[in-house]
């Protein structure tokens, strides 16, 4: 199972040719990814594309942040800080979310989660 951030679907739905490929087969997504993808359509309030995104995540495994989930995030913050490395607060929770669930890919064009592959096991697929 691969795991789609944020960027990969806004990428994606977009038509950007090198995140072809990867949508076959099991994926997943996080609640954050949800939760920044509906913030972003309901500010430009974009009726089509919040109804569009709500059939797309009905049709998809959403995975939560929970207290385990929360471990995993602050080990990896830790991580991250004792080597003077700064990341998104929200690619922390999400790296989190997909460790926690069995999930070691990811499909991002951000940057941020490069820097969080060198001190965790996730393996960062970018495009």
Do not use: C, P, W
């Not at 995540?57 to 913050?77: G, H, M, N, P, T």
């Not at 991250?80 to 790296?95: E, R």
Request: hydrophobic share 50%; no cysteine.
């Amino acid at each position: 199972m691969i795991l789609l951030d944020t960027s990969f679907l806004i990428d994606f739905f977009r038509g950007v040719e090198a995140t072809r490929g990867f949508v076959e087969g099991n994926v997943a997504v996080t609640v954050i990814t949800y939760h920044e993808i509906m913030t972003g359509v309901k500010r430009k309030r974009a009726t089509k594309e919040t109804e569009f995104f709500r059939r797309f995540f009905a049709q998809v495994r959403i995975l939560s942040y929970d207290q385990k989930a929360a471990e995993e995030s602050s080990s990896i913050a830790a991580q991250l800080m004792s080597v003077g490395i700064m990341v998104n607060a929200l690619d922390i929770l999400i790296a989190a979310i997909a460790l926690t669930n069995g999930i070691s890919r990811i499909a991002t064009a951000d940057k941020g989660f490069l820097e969080i592959e060198k001190v965790t096991d996730l393996n960062v697929v970018a495009y």
